[in-house]
């Protein structure tokens, strides 16, 4: 009998588990694949480690929002290469995104614009992704269900505030059109490259709130683990044992039954025999998580998944495995690429090229280099095909990727020792997700912050945490979000107190921090 069983070994379910194992709970993970990660994975191809999703881990220098997690666990900081930002290379020019305020604010104005409008814009984005950071980072929790979660949530965001609630209700696109810029084609280009890839959403339909903070991510600071994500894991799993957790790779859950007001246990099915928890955590997608339930748990779920069905997406992938002189010559060692301002999103058209750091042979052999092209596409585009399309389509879409990532560096994947590629089927395939939907559900006004899923689904001690609910999508949501359902899980556990070495501040020390925090552009 365990305290505590978590479905999911991706970045939600390994933090929430960390965190309880920490306060004393007893835990165990399953996980179907036969690594963890989730949409933040990696697999390991002749001495190259290539990341699955994910390829940088978002705010986890100490202070930062992971640096709180590996903290409260016990574990030492992520060693690896704090990035000083990456370049955006729109159609008719490149943008350097820096981590460095300063230097941002200088960027965006000589490359995308410095007239009053275009100021105006960025004072905005720069006051409410100051604001909400800061809210997010001190606990604020969505949706609010009770008068402790509302004096919550004003404690966090600090009165002086309030009146940025105005906002929840508009979207970038609304944004941009109060100040007339709604047809800039570089400014609404890059913004659109960066919103597909945080909240996976178009401008008119992102939730401004969450725009603004996926806009300007980069300035909690993004790091590439030594090892990539194979790097990140190997030492937090290591971690996450010592402390005495458990964690069962390659054994998917059949289903859960159990569970009740009285207290009795639930049964988690699996491959390897029926084990007991006293509450369950469900880390995999909420569709999943309605098929393993009881029955009340998809009843719950039932209505979110009917309005959230359309709002999926996909993702193919190259992975590479190239000397390094085809990747030299470049101070950074990531970069974003749109094609064309009039084509959709996708299929090339944004898309994101990763490059492990020089000498870091976690992630290559000596003298190579592991590289990672991701681009966004429909799930549909890659349904109801059989083996000759899909291998034909595939084919065509890895040639695509690595020909358009040639803008960056000319000799990309001439000779490439290790070439492989995934798409949606692949995700389904090693993930379990259905359909191969990456990520959490495309953002908008109807189904985040207020309507977010929430963490409790109507059954006592089970619980749904992960980018199905809130804040969302990413590394540093999945983080925020365990350490709020942690701290419900262990309230409901009788172990009251917030969890996280941080303390949910009090009213008056929420409006201190709020009045002395540093812009994040």
């Known amino acids: 009998m365990f305290d505590v069983a978590v479905i999911g070994a991706g970045v939600a379910g390994m933090a929430t588990a960390a965190r309880l194992r920490a306060r004393g709970l007893s835990v165990i993970v399953f996980e179907a694949h036969g690594q963890p990660g989730g949409c933040a994975g990696f697999f390991r191809r002749r001495g190259f480690a290539f990341d699955v999703g994910a390829t940088t881990l978002v705010d986890f220098e100490p202070g930062g929002v992971g640096g709180e997690l590996l903290e409260t666990v016990g574990m030492a900081p992520v060693v690896g290469e704090a990035l000083p930002g990456y370049r ?20 965006r ?46 404690s966090c965001v600090g009165l002086p505030n309030l009146p940025l609630a105005r906002f929840l209700g508009r979207t970038m696109g609304d944004a941009l059109r109060s100040y007339g810029l709604r047809n800039d084609r570089p400014l609404a280009g890059l913004l659109s490259m960066l919103l597909e890839d945080t909240v996976h959403a178009r401008l008119d339909d992102a939730p401004l709130l969450n725009a603004a903070l996926g806009a300007t991510i980069r300035g909690a600071g993004l790091t590439r683990a030594r090892g990539g994500m194979y790097g990140f894991w190997r030492r937090f799993v290591a971690h996450f044992r010592r402390m005495g957790g458990v964690l069962r790779l390659g054994c998917p859950v059949h289903n859960i039954e159990g569970g009740s007001p009285r207290g009795r246990p639930y049964r988690i099915h699996t491959r390897r025999g029926i084990f007991e928890a006293t509450q369950v955590v469900s880390a995999v997608p909420a569709v999943l998580t309605a098929r393993l339930g009881p029955s009340a748990v998809a009843a719950f779920l039932r209505p979110f998944l009917r309005r959230d069905a359309e709002a999926q997406g996909g993702a193919c992938v190259v992975f590479l495995g190239v000397p390094n002189a085809e990747v030299a010559g470049q101070a950074f060692t990531h970069h974003q690429l749109m094609h064309d301002y009039e084509a959709p999103l996708g299929n090339g058209n944004n898309m994101f090229v990763s490059v492990s750091a020089p000498g870091d042979e976690e992630s290559a052999p000596p003298g190579f280099r592991a590289v990672m092209i991701s681009t966004h596409c429909e799930l549909r585009e890659w349904q109801s095909l059989d083996t000759a399309h899909y291998e034909r389509r595939k084919s065509e879409m890895t040639q695509r990727l690595i020909a358009l990532a040639r803008r960056v560096h000319p000799d990309l994947g001439r000779r490439a020792v290790v070439c492989e590629a995934a798409t949606p089927r692949t995700f389904e395939r090693f993930t379990r997700r259905p359909g191969g939907a990456v990520g959490g559900v495309r953002q908008n006004l109807g189904n985040t912050n207020q309507h977010a899923l929430p963490y409790r689904l109507g059954v006592p001690g089970f619980w749904q945490i ?5 804040p969302g999508l990413g590394t540093v949501a999945c983080v925020l979000g365990s ?6 899980i262990l309230a409901e556990a009788g172990r009251r107190g917030p969890v ?22």
């Open 500 to 521: 996280s070495a941080s303390q949910t501040p009090s009213f008056g020390q929420a409006l201190r921090e709020v009045r002395h925090v540093p812009h994040i552009r």
């Open 466 to 470: 992960g980018d199905s609910t809130w």
């Open 109 to 154: 104005l000589r490359a995308l614009g410095d007239s009053p409008a275009h100021r105006l814009f960025w004072r905005l984005m720069d006051r409410l992704a100051e604001v909400f950071w800061r809210a997010s980072r001190a606990g604020i929790k969505l949706p609010i269900e009770s008068i402790s979660d509302l004096a919550r949530a004003i």
């Open 88 to 107: 955006a290379w729109l159609p008719d020019r490149v943008v350097t995104l820096h981590r460095d305020p300063a230097a941002w604010a200088a960027e």
């Open 483 to 488: 350490r709020l359902a942690a701290e419900a």
